[in-house]
């Protein structure tokens, strides 16, 4: 059985091409050649870095809603007082994790609501995780334990599933596909498998594998995801939707 699926797997394989997504950095320079920031508008991606250099004058950067206050050093719980205008050559880095539009301004020059020296950063949602081989381990949803699936990433763009579940009558069921990775997705075809005997009495030539249906794997991260799903069984629910969290990874792979 597993030979077959591995079989499948090869003969299903398609060769695409994938890019990697970096966060990037980005410089504001503040002051210098009079009191402002340049560039005062700028827009990157969540998780990139903005870094903030002096160029000249007595100034800091504050953020309107008082997220971060930043000069030579940054204001913080162990450094309250952190942050306070300065005229020396400070540079300060700062991450933006997430999506939105953080004005800011410089408390000697400026004030909230783009007054005097002010500038805006618009963060955009990054893109959509990027699924890699630590994809590959066991899967189950928390409020459900006692059933779940088993992925295994076998090259660059297919992965198998195994659902390790039961029927509407209790039956214990394996349902099973192979699938192309489309950017966070997997979308295959299922099919249930049948006919199997416990040892001696196993007859591989029993073996039958008629469509379940669709499976559709949706990652946010490679700790978790969902799995959605439609059924042409009459033992299964027709459709729905399954929050899914990690249960245990393979050897040798680490989330990014």
């Known amino acids: 059985m597993i030979r077959r699926i591995a079989q499948w797997a090869a003969g299903a394989s398609l060769l695409l091409l ?36 002096n160029a000249g004058g007595f100034h800091d950067v504050t953020a309107d809603d008082g997220s ?37 301004y410089c408390t000697v020059h400026g004030a909230p609501g783009g007054i005097g020296m002010s500038g805006k950063i618009v963060v955009q949602g990054g893109p959509a995780f990027s699924i890699g081989s630590a994809v590959s381990g066991n899967w189950y949803n928390p409020a459900q334990s006692g059933h779940g699936f088993q992925l295994e990433k076998v090259n660059d763009t297919t992965v198998t599933a195994f659902w390790f579940t039961f029927d509407a009558n209790g039956n214990q069921v394996w349902i099973l596909g192979v699938g192309q990775i489309v950017d966070n997705r997997i979308e295959m075809q299922a099919v249930k498998s049948r006919g199997g005997r416990f040892p001696p009495n196993f007859d591989p030539t029993q073996i ?10 949706t990652f946010t991260s490679c700790n978790a995801g969902s799995v959605s799903w439609t059924s042409v069984d009459p033992l299964f629910t027709a459709s729905g939707t399954l929050a899914l969290e990690r249960v245990t990874s393979v050897q040798g792979t680490t989330c990014p």
């Open 208 to 217: 039958t594998n008629p469509p379940w249906g669709t499976l559709t794997f």
């Open 18 to 53: 994938t890019t990697l997504a970096f966060a990037a950095n980005h410089v504001v320079t503040v002051g210098g050649g009079g009191n402002g920031f340049s560039p005062a508008n700028l827009t990157i991606q969540a998780g990139d870095t903005v870094t903030f250099r």
């Open 68 to 104: 971060f206050r930043c000069s030579n050093s940054c204001a913080s719980t162990s450094n309250p007082g952190g942050g306070a205008p300065n005229s020396s050559e400070w540079s300060q880095t700062l991450t933006f994790a997430n999506a939105g539009t953080v004005p800011y």
